[in-house]
């Protein structure tokens, strides 16, 4: 494990991630913090969920709650203004429990409690069956980009076997270190020792990003004060760091061509990462960029290469740095991409479960698709951010998210790598970033870069199965897929549904994410048209409809695929039903918190 200052560093990556983040969930976070159920003058009343996407003639729970904890007064509910309901709105009880009516239809769930004196609502979207248009597989829609799936730490797996069970599982994009302070440690470089990662790393294909990250002994400043490690200290000399990044660039190219197709600017430098006072990290940050990625970019140029550089690879979307990056004179236009970290938890947020309020933790559900700061919110965000600045890309500038997990602390906790909940949440991860363009992102995330291939205790794609479920990866052993390895392989292997390679989202998707209930995601590659259907919940939904309109595929065939107790992707044959020109259908049971999916096939 290289990166031994990872553990500490990440608290600092939880607190610039909340800090980061709108103003109205900083309010949420703080209001966690300092409120409770019963102080009514600080507190403001809310539904969980805000929104759901209920299928008709189900339920649905919501809960009230003051500033994100639990309310435990008594309050009263009511369906579009309806106490008891009807036939038409559906009903819901004292206990919070809506069931929908058996036609489509939109509602809203009030919550009132006089303890306080206020309301809230929620939005509720009943729908009767899945559709999703595919534009008759339209390459003018959004593209989804090839090698999108990645993982960290490829490079600490001990053979060919292993690296060969990640890629199978549609992982063909690797994150590692660049080991600076071992290929110059000296001014002459010695190449063999990264080489030797890369040529091992990249067999079959895999396309890799080196973070150019840590500084050389030669630029260490003497005497080090820096308590993580000299390597994490600002070089002494900018200047001769970029010429070094250069260096990189040309052998890369001219060793391996088109494998290196990234490089990253230093690592979560917002944090201690960067060993600066806490307010020189930006400046400093923005002084290495500006060397470095002039002189990377023309050596890309020079060598008639396509890779490109880019950062900030900050702890968490923030705000602050990425319109100090963009508005940068030099960096603006200089970055190829930009990049972010994003782990929904941290350290003090063990005690988070999937779906129930602990000990002031929301739940990871609650966490995960409706507070704003979920994956697809955080995104849609950054957007918004990435619009004021002054890169030539404009908005569509990609975006990359090198580091991701539920927490990223090394402990245990309910659902990383859960057979029941891990294939749930990391299908649910992607579904939320790719749906984002139905809500007016320009474009689907470029990298999504799991953390970690292994990482161990407790983060893996890959490792020895046991009781303990920590990731256990001793030599010599052989390691198996984790849970979370499964919904990966289902959206990425070619075997599957091929998105390692690639596609396009399709024209429409209903239901359309709705911050609670079943999420649906749909997209079509070279050689199938695919439907991904998450169950969150607790429920079964039997028989459910699913429309696939304007294929446009005459002859079909489909496969249903199933990710069954987090150890296997199962699948089987699905009958489609004609619905004109090259439109089907096909009912599928849901079952609870699955991951399911349909591949459209020409005969």
């Given at each position: ?190 190449w063999p020792a990264i080489d030797t990662v890369i040529e091992r790393v990249s067999a ?31 070089p002494t000399n900018v200047d001769d760091w970029a010429k070094m990044a250069a260096e ?356």
């Amino acid at each position: 494990m290289r990166n031994t200052s990872l553990a500490f560093l990440r608290p600092s990556e939880a607190t610039e991630t909340f800090l980061s983040r709108k103003k109205g969930l900083f309010l949420l976070l703080s209001a966690l913090l300092t409120g409770a159920a019963g102080h009514a003058g600080a507190s403001t009343l809310a539904v969980y969920p805000s929104s759901a996407a209920v299928v008709a003639g189900t339920e649905q729970v919501f809960q009230p709650q003051l500033s994100g904890v639990p309310d435990t007064h008594q309050v009263t509910y009511e369906v579009d203004g309806i106490k008891d309901g009807n036939a038409t709105v559906g009903s819901v009880t004292s206990a919070g429990v809506y069931t929908a009516p058996k036609v489509a239809g939109a509602h809203q769930i009030t919550i009132v409690d006089s303890s306080v004196d206020q309301k809230a609502s929620a939005t509720v979207n009943v729908f009767t069956n899945v559709s999703v248009n595919f534009g008759s597989r339209s390459t003018a829609l959004h593209a989804v980009p090839a090698n999108m799936f990645g993982a960290e730490r490829m490079d600490s797996l001990h053979d060919a076997a292993d690296l060969d069970l990640v890629k199978a599982g549609g992982i063909n994009y690797a994150r590692f270190y660049a080991l600076i302070p071992e290929v110059f440690k000296t001014t002459t470089p010695d190449w063999p020792a990264i080489d030797t990662v890369i040529e091992r790393v990249s067999a079959g294909g895999v396309k890799v990003m080196l973070q150019m990250y840590q500084t050389p002994p030669y630029l260490q400043p003497s005497p080090n004060t820096c308590q993580q490690g000299a390597v994490y200290s600002m070089p002494t000399n900018v200047d001769d760091w970029a010429k070094m990044a250069a260096e990189y660039v040309k052998h890369m190219d001219a060793t391996f061509p088109g494998v290196v197709t990234d490089y990253e600017i230093w690592n979560e430098p917002n944090t201690i990462s960067m060993c600066v006072a806490s307010a020189d990290r930006l400046p400093d940050y923005l002084k290495l960029y500006d060397a470095a990625a002039p002189l990377m970019r023309a050596q890309i140029k020079a060598d008639h290469s396509t890779a490109r550089v880019g950062g900030p690879a900050t702890a968490g979307f923030n705000e602050t740095w990425t319109k100090g990056v963009l508005t940068d004179s030099v960096a603006s236009q200089n970055i190829d991409f930009l990049s972010y970290h994003d782990y929904m938890f941290g350290g003090t947020q063990l005690n988070a479960q999937w779906d129930t309020y602990t000990d002031n933790t929301t739940s990871v559900y609650q966490k995960t698709q409706n507070t704003g700061a979920g994956p697809g919110q955080t995104y849609r965000y950054a957007q918004t951010i990435i619009a004021t600045g002054k890169q030539p890309q404009g908005k569509n500038i990609p975006v990359y998210n090198t580091e991701y997990n539920l927490n990223w602390a090394y402990e245990p906790e309910c659902c990383r790598n859960s057979p029941t909940y891990a294939p749930v949440w990391n299908g649910l991860y992607i579904a939320d970033l790719l749906n984002d363009v139905y809500s007016g992102a320009p474009n689907v995330i470029s990298h999504l870069v799991y953390f970690a291939a292994n990482a161990h205790p407790y983060f893996c794609l890959v490792g020895e199965i046991d009781s303990n479920m920590d990731c256990l990866y001793p030599l010599n052993s052989s390691p198996r897929p984790y849970p979370s390895y499964f919904a990966y392989q289902l959206f990425g292997a070619a075997k599957y549904l091929g998105l390692e390679d690639g596609g396009h989202m399709a024209e429409s998707i209903h239901p359309g994410t709705a911050g609670n209930g079943m999420v649906v995601t749909a997209f079509f590659t070279s050689s199938l048209d695919a439907v991904v259907v998450m169950n969150p919940s607790q429920y079964t939904y039997t028989d459910l409809v699913i429309d696939a309109d304007d294929t446009g595929i005459v002859s079909p065939e489909a496969t249903l695929y199933r990710i069954v107790n987090g150890e296997e992707i199962e699948s089987g044959a699905l009958t489609l039903n004609a619905l004109g020109g090259t439109s089907f259908s096909a009912a599928v049971t849901i079952e609870p918190y699955s991951v399911q999916a349909i591949a459209i096939r020409s005969k």
